[in-house]
């Protein structure tokens, strides 16, 4: 089963999030901050991990640039509720695979997902014939 990690400090937002990607047959692990975040890809591999913009301690795009170089094998989408293009492209800069804002309609978490899944798959064949 393909493993997602929810990485956001606002516990509502983690569980819609997690209930929307389970019921598309997808398993997820959540976490409210960075540190657990870290602790979590330590104990399992994701093929893709879900991270707010804005976390406490830590920011998302600070994780986000953690995940792609000690698990590059994870997709990222970061998702915020700060709808600014710098962001995003601070974000995209940093490996995320895509960018989501808040409020994020179950469709379009869906279809973000699934998209960076597939670009994820794509990479790691790439990869592997290389």
Not at 57 to 64: D, K, R, W
Not at 72 to 99: H, I, K, Q
């Amino acid at each position: 089963m393909t493993k997602v990690l929810v990485v956001d400090d606002d516990e509502a937002v983690r569980h819609f999030e997690s209930r929307v990607l389970e019921s598309s047959g997808l398993c997820c692990r959540l976490a409210s901050n960075a540190e657990e975040a870290r602790a979590c890809l330590v104990e399992y591999d994701f093929a893709l991990a879900l991270v707010d913009v804005r976390l406490p301690g830590e920011s998302g795009t600070e994780l986000v640039k953690v995940i792609r170089q000690k698990h590059p094998a994870t997709a990222v989408v970061m998702v915020t509720g700060v709808d600014d293009p710098r962001v995003a492209d601070v974000a995209l800069e940093n490996g995320a695979f895509g960018y989501l804002v808040k409020p994020v309609r179950a469709n379009e978490l869906i279809i973000n997902v699934a998209s960076a899944l597939r670009r994820r798959d794509h990479e790691l064949k790439s990869r592997d014939h290389q």
